[in-house]
């Protein structure tokens, strides 16, 4: 079959966690007769200093004609200054909201082999695999007013979270949608006790379950949540949650996997109903990690398992994605590891060699 794909490789580490990334597509191109057209554009810190944005229009139009777009990191220390008018960070969210990607999906599996990588006692984690389903489009990320204003007593600045029942619904129908295809338990996280957006994000989700009689919901206020996360995470399917919650919660579950470098995330424009393809963004969920850019130590295994989500979510190709997935699994197996997580008697790689093993296992 044949593919479109618009690929951002941004800033720090990205370009080179983004080329494994490719190379283990390439790999299964070549192995499943598919044919992946790459379309190069600029995000974040690389466009401002080429175009002055860090979402130049250009990449907007090309991730909207493609099948599914690629990214890989976006921020750079050179805009740290919250005064600079123009933040890497601000081609990302507009991003989000320009492709209409709603749904958030970060899965956080435990492997095996890694289970004393994690700061965790080992008997915690084992076994543990769940998926954070993030709304990303709305809340206090978005929500208006959004401003910063002067009073005579001094500044004042203020974020907004609001939801509508649509946004509400559409987020928790991918929790659902998840869960019926897992272990059929939904945890929906929200502040309740204390948020008006959270008493009707509670209510819209018991609407949306009578649809889903055999998915077992249960609510969980987040900061609880937050403490169940680490005691022990094994409990956890499903976890759909609100934009800021999920920011939240999944860098704390990503050291359960003892590093961020290893987990992927989805970003999808629909509900993926049973398998239908739909257009989505895929990108590790670590960022640009700037002190390490250039020196072949970054791990691409988080960027490589976000090709196999994509070629699941927007292109219907299953037995692709596992491919990928177990080829992960085996090159651990056999004790490679890039410098963050690596312990004694593994076998120690770089970026390249640990992209090339993982292309070659497909
Ligand atoms: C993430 C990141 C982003 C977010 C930042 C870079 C804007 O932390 O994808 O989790 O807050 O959504
Ligand atoms: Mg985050």
Redesign the pocket.
């Known amino acids: 079959m044949n593919f479109k794909i618009t690929v951002l490789s941004g800033d720090g580490v990205g370009p080179e966690v983004m080329a494994e990334g490719l190379k283990v597509l390439a790999a299964v191109g070549s192995k499943y007769g598919h044919n992946f057209k790459l379309e190069n554009e600029l995000i974040g810190g690389v466009a401002i200093d080429r175009t002055g944005s860090a979402l130049p229009a250009e990449t907007l139009k090309s991730c909207k004609k493609a099948d599914a777009v690629m990214l890989a990191a976006?921020?750079d220390p050179r805009f740290d200054d919250p005064k600079l008018p123009v933040h890497p960070?601000d081609g990302?969210?507009a991003l989000r909201k320009g492709l209409g990607l709603f749904a958030?999906l970060r899965p956080v599996k435990v492997f095996d082999e890694l289970v004393n990588a994690s700061t965790l006692k080992p008997e915690v984690l084992k076994g543990t695999d769940f998926i954070f389903v993030r709304e990303?489009t709305g809340g206090v990320?978005f929500g208006k007013p959004k401003k910063e204003w002067m009073t005579p007593k001094g500044r004042k600045a203020t974020d907004s979270m609001t939801y509508s029942e649509q946004e509400i619904e559409r987020i928790v129908r991918v929790g659902f949608e998840l869960a019926r295809a897992r272990k059929k338990r939904l945890v929906s996280a929200d502040k309740a006790n204390v948020l008006k957006s959270s008493r009707l994000w509670r209510q819209v989700a018991i609407e949306v379950s009578r649809d889903y009689p055999y998915v077992a919901l249960t609510h969980a206020l987040v900061d609880a949540c937050a403490m169940q996360l680490i005691r022990p995470p094994t409990a956890f399917d499903v976890i759909v949650t609100e934009?800021l919650f999920g920011?939240i919660l999944?860098?704390e579950a990503a050291q359960l996997a003892g590093s961020m470098g290893m987990l992927p995330?989805a970003s999808l424009a629909g509900i993926p109903v049973s398998g239908q393809p739909t257009f989505g963004l895929y990108?590790p969920?670590h960022?640009s990690a700037p002190t390490i850019a250039g020196r072949d130590i970054a791990n691409p295994v988080a960027t490589i398992l976000s090709v196999a989500m994509m070629l699941r979510y927007s292109m219907g190709l299953e037995t692709e994605a596992l491919t990928i997935e177990h080829s992960v699994d085996k090159i651990l197996k056999q004790g490679y590891r890039t410098d963050d997580i690596m312990a004694s008697g593994n076998t120690r790689v770089g970026t390249r060699k640990m992209g090339d093993l993982i292309a070659a296992e497909v």
């Open positions: 976006v921020g960070e990302l969210l958030n990303l990320y934009n920011d999944s860098d995330s990108e969920i960022g």
